[in-house]
């Protein structure tokens, strides 16, 4: 009897501090549990940046790692998009008054001139800017060779998106000369390949669809209007800032009348509404914009009436979502039809949806009115039901307005506590969690969504960064024309680039005949970093694409420098992990010359080849 209950009596004590341990932040209510989360997600995204970064060892100098996971997905790496969004952040809470992080920003841009001159498989710095569009390095910042969605188009317009709003700083702190002669000639690199190529399709921010993205166009609109700003200011020339007007014209293509279809250009099967939508809102977002502003603001009534169409087909989508009634915060990921890691809800656009209706109620209250139409009126109605078409003024004492600024407040801080309802105790941030149970999944640790949860609680928490200019903007032309402004490209040596200088590259197609049992693949590499310098793991694959039961075809087409010799070999390998098998033979060739024609191999497979295995 004695026994049994102290027995009850340890495991009621156990249980009772299990639940009030000071790190479990779901016992808090929600501003505190954003206070804490928000100290967790900075340091988090600082843990995931070289060289100090305690999740990334090996890791270069200022080079932000997507997520410290290696296996399933691997993501160590460093992407040019998951880097900007995370560095635009951290530039904002130095600028909000957090300056230890000084030595970081500096850091990035260090490494961000450098990478900018590195040759990849999108081409070469030089002459024309190609390799600017390459999505992702290894974390040393040397290129990565592997099969990718490239070029993705939005990566240096996020770059001087994010170096841009430090230079502002810099300008505004009477340091012009070091924004001028330091950080503009990276910008100017960047947006020189805006205005070449925004007319050009690519692959969207999920790395899988090959067109026109919203969220790309968006931000590359931005990065013009901004960048002409900027040269006016520092008396510099902005290349490729002239066609801010047209890409905004096209910009306006993505509305279909109800909602953004996230990709055109592209038949991917998809109804178009996807996250990519308001992670573009937001990452335009002007506190001094006007809600008309073909920009597409989040209190743009496009953009709110997509919302609604978005948050309704998540709240459709996932079984963590059943029952939760209209007007009310859900999980919320990519796409409807995502299967990527099972199509999950994702962390960082969960926030995104609170961080895009805390920037439509910091807009329409710094305006002093919200215009209701019959756009918008259908997501009004979800949080407002008694609204109506009309205009809302703040100063008017007759007007509902402040009821629904906080209605859509309370809608914002609804997604916020879903996110805290699956965020861990311990507040770590994967990519995904769980459409069925809400268990996090996917890659841990996720910087981006780190860097998410930072600027919703910066929004939350009223800090708006200084406008980009929305106002005076160029108005888009009446007829739209897929323009183009040739750019100019220099290595921006004063912030520590190589003084590269033009590569040529002639087009070298790898053949070879390699018969294979199914699911085992083929790659080349070599004493080149084009080859991967003979690392296995930066190869180059080869395609099946030609393979036919007369001639076991694989094949790659690769960039290579003019004129060098090449040592390569052929490497197979069964795709469930068995071990590499090489060719036993040391093949060589010469790149021709400077402005030669091509050449293709005509190589046969030399060495001993896999067991079928047991995939
Ligand atoms: C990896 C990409 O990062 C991810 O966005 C994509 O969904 C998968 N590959 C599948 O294509
Ligand atoms: C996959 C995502 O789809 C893509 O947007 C991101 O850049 C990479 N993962 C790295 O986080």
Redesign the pocket.
Known sequence: MHFSRSFVGLVSLLFTKALAAPSDLRSRDLTSFVAAERAIALQGALNNIGPNGSEVPGAGSGFVVASPSKVNPDYFYTWTRDSALTLKMLIDEFIFGNTALLPTIWDYIHAQATLQTVSNPSGTFLPEGLGLGEPKFQVDGTRFNGAWGRPQRDGPALRAIALMTFSNWLLNNGQKSTAKTIIWPIISNDLSYVGQYWNQTGFDL???TLGSSFFTIQNQHRSLVEGAQLAHDLGVTCTGCDQAPEVLCFLQSFWNGEWIVANINVDNGRTGVDGNSILGSIAVFDIDAYCDSPTIQPCNSQALANFKVLIDTFRATYEINDGIPEGQGVAVGRYPEDV?QGGNPWYLITTAAAEFLYDAVAQWEARHNLIVDETSLAFFKDIYPAVTVRQYNSGNANSPFFQIMDAVTAYADSFVAIAEKYIPANGSLAEQFNRDTGVPLSAYDLTWSYAAFVTMSQRRAGQYPASWGTRNAAAPPATCAGTSTQGVYAPATAAGAPNVTSTCQVNVVFNVNATTYYGENIYVVGNTSDLGAWQISNSLPLGAGGYTSERPLWSVSAYLNAGESVDYKYVRQEDCNQPYIYETVNRTLTVPACGSAGITTNDAWEGPVGTSGDC
């Open positions: 999920w790395e899988e990527y």
